[in-house]
Structure formats: structure tokens, C-alpha cells
């Protein structure tokens, strides 16, 4: 089991960029494809993007998400990142980070995840 915690969300203007963090801790954090997923009011929780163990192989929902979003890990300090640009009032949401222990390259269901963070709420409106 790996605890996870996600912090970086807050208020921003359309356009504008955030960075999400997700810190780890109680396992061997690099055993563990890392995915980030959002949720919005009264909507399903979205994937968005999930990275390899190793941090080599990213792979998002799709362009749209990844023209603007990039996932990336440091294994050696236990963390995952979401780099947000040209941020929407659409992604507007709660944005969670969870911890894939059985697949290589991370599921794009969130049944397939594990371990969960409390969640971040990302706020975009002027």
C-alpha cells in the first residue's frame, strides 16, 4: 500500500498554469505506475494521464489532454507531477493522483487503481 497526497490546486484564471504534486509514502514508490484522474461536480471521475514505473512512458486520454497537460515522477523523492497550461473553466475540478501496482504503464480505469490521495480541488474562472 502507498499513501499518497496531492497538493498544488487552487484558484487560477482561464489561461492560466498550475502545477499538481502528489507526494508518496509507506511503499517502494517506483513498484508503481502513477495515474492522475479528475472529477467534477455531478460527473464521472476522468482519467487524464498516467506514467510508467520507470517515468519513461506517459500516456494521456488523448491530445487534447496532452497538448495541455504533462505527467511526470522523480522516483528518487517519491513524487508525481501534473504540469496544467492554458487552463479551461472546464477542468474545474477535483484532481486526484492514485498508485497502479500491477500494470507496467498504469491503467486508464480508475477501478484499476489501488491507492488514492484526498483529492486537490482546481478552481478555473475569472
Known amino acids: 500500500q502507498v499513501h499518497l497526497a496531492e497538493s498544488g490546486g487552487g484558484s487560477v484564471e482561464p489561461g492560466g498554469s498550475l502545477r499538481l504534486s502528489c507526494a508518496a509514502s509507506?511503499?517502494?514508490?517506483?513498484?508503481?505506475?502513477m495515474g492522475w484522474f479528475r472529477q467534477a461536480p455531478e460527473k464521472e471521475r476522468e482519467f487524464l494521464a498516467a506514467i510508467s514505473r520507470s517515468g519513461n512512458s506517459p500516456h494521456y486520454a488523448g491530445f487534447k489532454v496532452e497538448e495541455r497537460f504533462t505527467i511526470s515522477r522523480d522516483n528518487a523523492k517519491n513524487m508525481v507531477f501534473l504540469q496544467m497550461n492554458s487552463l479551461k473553466s472546464e477542468d474545474t475540478a477535483v484532481y486526484y493522483c492514485a498508485a497502479d501496482g500491477y500494470r507496467e504503464y498504469g491503467s486508464t480505469y480508475h477501478w484499476d487503481y489501488d491507492d488514492w490521495g484526498q483529492g486537490t480541488p482546481v478552481t478555473v474562472s475569472s
Open positions: 509507506g511503499s517502494d514508490f517506483s513498484r508503481y505506475a
